[in-house]
């Protein structure tokens, strides 16, 4: 795998998002207010973690990077990294507060993030993590989020945030069953994504989305391999984009 060059799709249909990013699925209304009943159901096995963390990056990227996997007071480190990426699968509490999977412990978002992501993006997610573990409710969680952005306790995503999202082993959309598509994400000051060329329709070969909690936009650039190599079905990848919002 080192070495190997991603290419990327040339969709020629209307974008529509449709991936949600640690791992997100659009949202659903008036879903009641709830609380992590116990994290024992969100457990993996720490070899299988720590290999589908891997599984998010090409092996250039993955084999050097810290891996973290969930336990039972937060995300711990199971593998020292070398190159500043940190490889860690996500689960579904970085949903919108009123996604009736918020509390879903099927999802799981393998990705690996460039170090100025884990800088600027992951320590969001794990302050997420914290307050789930901690008993916060999916509307608490986001308005502390909110809240600490806007004290500036928790950061923006700075310039070179970057995540692989290359892993079949992924579980992202119920809609979806199975992996969603590889894609190369890319973290950028809020911006409308119709000021990229998202959702304006044609053949443009990206998909935008502003996440006003967190105050920044993501880039979702598909891609035509897994990280294992092998090549990822247009067609699904087509079907991907148009149905799993």
């Known amino acids: ?26 949202s659903q209304d008036n879903v009641a207010p709830s609380t992590l009943a116990s994290i024992d159901p969100y457990l993996m096995d720490r070899d299988t973690e720590i290999a589908m963390a891997r599984s998010a990056g090409p092996n ?5 990077a810290k891996v973290l996997v969930l336990g039972r007071r937060g995300y711990e480190t199971a593998v020292e990294g070398k190159n500043g990426f940190v490889c860690l699968v996500g689960r579904s509490w970085d949903l919108p507060k009123n ?7 099927k999802i799981h978002g393998p990705i690996c993030l460039s170090a100025p992501a884990v800088r600027s993006f992951l320590p969001i997610y794990l302050k997420k993590t914290e307050l789930a573990i901690a008993g916060r409710s999916n509307i608490q969680i986001e308005a502390a989020i909110i809240g600490g952005i806007a004290k500036k306790e928790l950061p923006t995503p700075e310039p070179g945030s970057v995540s692989y999202m290359l892993s079949k082993q992924g579980y992202l959309n119920a809609g979806v069953k199975g992996p969603w598509l590889p894609h190369v994400m890319f973290f950028v000051a ?13 053949d443009v070969p990206l998909d935008a989305h502003e996440e006003k909690v967190g105050h920044y936009t993501t880039i979702d650039v598909p891609v035509s391999q897994w990280s294992d190599g092998t090549p990822a079905d247009a067609e699904l990848a087509l079907f991907g984009f148009r149905h799993s919002h």
Do not use: C
Request: cysteine-free.
């Open 60 to 64: 250039s990227v993955s084999s050097g």
């Open 1 to 26: 795998m080192r070495g190997q060059k991603f290419v990327v799709f040339g969709l020629s249909s209307a974008l529509t998002f449709g991936f949600l990013t640690l791992w997100r699925m659009h």
């Open 99 to 105: 996604n009736s999977a918020f509390w879903d412990p």
């Open 190 to 202: 809020e911006i409308d994504p119709k000021a990229l060329g998202s959702d304006l329709g044609g």
